[in-house]
């Protein structure tokens, strides 16, 4: 499992960095991080552009779902069956963002394991194709941030960063969700640790890591606000009345 995991997703996004290194004048490995991280989040891009339309949609319906609720208070079972058929009729798959993620994770963590494990500024000619050069690398980024070394200011980024894609991405408590049940209680847990600890943490594992996977982090966070406001943008156009 390890070596398919190796040969089809974490050799090849190696040897694209190395590649992009190459090629980029200076060999900055900070822009090419830039650079690979954009170009597969493009590739990823119909999948991520899937699983936001699902999210505005179940958050569109939030109004009916609650209303459910409150029918089927008690009731589990109906509350169950009443919304599974709700989405049935309203063409939307629950889980769609769930199977959405399993799909991109491998590329997400070869990507990661790119940046942690690589041997930069060295480059691995154990895992370097014999047809992609291998490049003199030059850490500087942008002959500012040594990026093979800590960066408090790219970990500061990162956590940042993630706090927003969080908070845009993360839909709202449903009103009611804190009724003094422990699934309601376990449900507002989430949403507080998903909101306010996963910033922290990408802010302490970047800085605890080194530079470049805090570009990384930096890089694959803004490029998900931007892509949630753009799907967001053309979804409620679309939803406009045509005059």
């Known amino acids: ?57 179940m958050r569109q319906f939030q109004p009916e779902l ?68 291998s490049p003199e690398v030059s850490m500087e980024f942008l002959g500012l941030i040594d990026i093979a070394g800590k960066s408090i200011f790219l970990a500061a980024l990162a956590g940042i960063s993630q706090f927003f894609q969080v908070k845009l991405a993360l839909p709202p408590p449903a009103p009611g969700t804190r009724d003094g049940s422990f699934q309601g209680e376990l449900a507002h847990g989430m949403h507080m640790q998903m909101k306010y600890v996963m910033p922290i943490f990408a802010a302490v594992a970047a800085y605890t890591i080194s530079g470049a996977v805090a570009l990384y982090w930096v890089t694959s966070n803004l490029f998900a606000i931007g892509q949630e406001l753009v799907v967001r943008r053309r979804l409620l156009k679309a939803q406009e009345p045509q005059g």
């Open 1 to 57: 499992m390890l070596a398919f995991f190796k040969v089809v997703f974490y050799q090849p996004l190696y040897n694209g960095l190395v590649f992009l290194m190459d090629v980029i004048p200076g060999a900055d490995a900070g822009i090419a991080v830039i650079v690979l991280t954009i170009l597969v989040k493009l590739i990823l891009f119909p999948l991520s552009k899937r699983s936001i339309e699902t999210q505005f949609s």
């Open 66 to 133: 609650d209303g459910l609720k409150k029918k089927y208070a008690g009731d589990r079972e109906g509350f169950a069956r009443a919304t599974m058929a709700f989405y049935k009729e309203k063409r939307i798959n629950p889980f769609s963002s769930f199977f959405l993620l399993l799909i991109q994770l491998p590329v997400i963590i070869s990507l990661y394991y790119v940046f942690f494990r690589g041997g930069l500024p060295e480059i691995n000619e154990t895992l370097r194709y014999a047809f992609i050069p």
